[in-house]
């Protein structure tokens, strides 16, 4: 499974980054979290205007998700201790998130603000990529020689192998996160409880007799043999 690190509002943006066709798991600062909050609420997250709403629909339903009973606990307990991460939360199938409570501690001065802060930190302390849509960023980070590797959002496809999809799930695919992920396989084959008793009783009432014709046959043998 690769791993990276990575701000969600990116995925409100760069929808391909939740739908890759291998196993991914973005490891998430939690202030960067609580950040979709405040785009939200703000007029302009990006210039275009129809972009613009496109992205704070996706802000929107980022929000939902993490507001789940579900997720929302997991969440919760990470803010216990600087630095502790939560449990494995499952997006989809192939995305899997880990919050951490990443603490600020302006290491490395004015040049990066609190946010930039701790996610070059989780990265520097994971050893992961970290990806981003800022080339300011990523000259900053190479001329203060910070020892990470950046990427640029837009070189992700070359990484995974991921369909060009732009959106994000809708609110029934968030469902995912509470429902365990079955194969096509396993659900189609599947029986209900019902069934099962249904075929283990039909079962049980034929055992008698299947187990007297094989005594009837077997004593016609016996007789053939001695006759």
Do not use: C
């Amino acid at each position: 499974m690769q791993r990276f690190v990575v701000e969600p509002i990116l995925f409100a943006m760069f929808g391909e980054l939740l739908f890759p066709n291998e196993p991914i798991e973005y490891i998430i600062p939690y202030s960067t979290v609580m950040e979709l909050y405040e785009l939200r609420d703000s007029e302009e997250i990006i210039h275009d205007p129809a972009e613009n709403e496109r992205v704070k629909a996706n802000v929107e339903k980022l929000i939902l998700f993490f507001e789940q009973p579900f997720v929302a606990k997991k969440l919760d307990k990470s803010l216990r201790v600087p630095w502790q991460r939560s449990r494995p939360i499952l997006y989809s199938e192939n995305v899997t998130f880990t919050v951490v409570n990443a603490l600020d501690n302006a290491e490395f001065g004015e040049g990066f603000d609190p946010v930039e802060t701790e996610l070059i930190l989780l990265a520097r302390r994971d050893s992961l990529p970290l990806i981003t849509d800022q080339l300011q960023l990523q000259q900053r980070i190479v001329e203060a020689r910070i020892g990470i590797t950046v990427i640029d959002v837009a070189d992700f496809g070359f990484l995974v192998d991921e369909p060009p999809f732009e959106e994000l799930a809708d609110e029934h695919d968030l469902a995912l996160v509470n429902t365990p992920i079955h194969s096509l396989e396993a659900q189609e084959g599947a029986l209900s409880p019902a069934e099962e008793r249904a075929v283990s009783q039909k079962g049980n009432k034929l055992l008698p007799w299947v187990l007297g014709s094989f005594a009837l046959i077997l004593l016609a043998f016996i007789f053939t043999l001695f006759s």
